[in-house]
């Protein structure tokens, strides 16, 4: 296999690196992006780690050039600095979520005008301008995976109405996906736009995955400490793991 070539900006604990390894894809070349210190000293553990525990697929010379290859902040990312940075014909592919603050819940509400949020603009035009230099060093056009919060249940309507419909006029209808549905103890509902499969493929595939029985809260805490009982029955858009008078599966967030 001829593997593929994985940019993280937003990178935080390279959740994309380890969703492409746990795939059985093998990982050519990784760069990463992430303003925050403390972010790329624990990638850096990280990266030491995943080598060892996929030594077929993430070869160490693989992420020589992570820190060093782009800026750090995706605000100073060029076109020019991704000229330098695709070869010909290489297959890349981007995972990102770009900072949600202004567009949560628990934020600002300023939503894409926020000073956090719209770094959405940012991510959009370094992704136009990969697609532009990979067509011209000839490569396959590049795969995407984006994620954010489930901003169209906010209730500013700036938010939920007029930056949603604006983000699925440029990316198009994501599909949602609470990660208890796939094991998490904790509901964490998100939406996701991808290149690789149609919205209505991929939540088809989304509905046929169901959580393992018997996964509850209570198995990963410190010893003395209980989850708090469940008084209501999950409702949608939540996956529904959490039954009334029963031990709970999933924390809210």
């Known amino acids: 296999p001829s593997g593929i070539l994985l ?12 969703m492409a390894l746990r795939h059985g894809i093998i990982v050519n070349r990784y760069v990463y992006s992430d303003t925050s210190p403390v972010a790329r000293q624990v990638m850096e553990h990280r990266l030491t780690l995943l080598s060892a525990r996929y030594p077929g697929q993430l070869h160490p010379t693989a992420w020589a050039g992570a820190f060093t290859t782009l800026p750090m902040d995706v605000h100073a990312i060029t076109k020019q600095h991704l000229q330098h940075m695709v070869g010909a014909g290489e297959q890349w592919l981007l995972v990102a979520g770009w900072q949600c603050e202004d567009l949560s819940l628990a934020g600002s509400g300023k939503g894409l005008r926020g000073d956090k949020s719209s770094s ?14 990979a067509d011209m060093a000839g490569c396959p056009p590049p795969a995407y995976v984006l994620e954010n919060t489930t901003f169209q249940y906010h209730n500013n309507p700036d938010v939920s109405q007029v930056d949603y419909a604006a983000v699925c006029l440029e990316l198009g209808t994501p599909v949602e996906i609470d990660a208890a549905r796939f094991g998490s103890r904790a509901h964490r509902l998100r939406n996701f736009w991808t290149n690789l499969a149609t919205p209505v493929k991929l939540a088809a595939a989304v509905q046929k995955a169901k959580r393992e029985a018997n996964l509850l809260v209570d198995q990963i805490l410190e010893h003395g400490r209980t989850a708090s009982p469940v008084l209501s029955n999950d409702r949608l858009p939540w996956y529904p793991c959490n039954i009334t008078g029963q031990p709970r599966a999933a924390l809210p967030t």
């Open 120 to 133: 959405y603009f940012t991510l959009v035009s370094m992704l136009k301008d990969l697609q532009a230099v």
């Open 7 to 18: 940019f993280e900006p937003f990178g935080g604990l390279g959740a994309g690196l380890e």
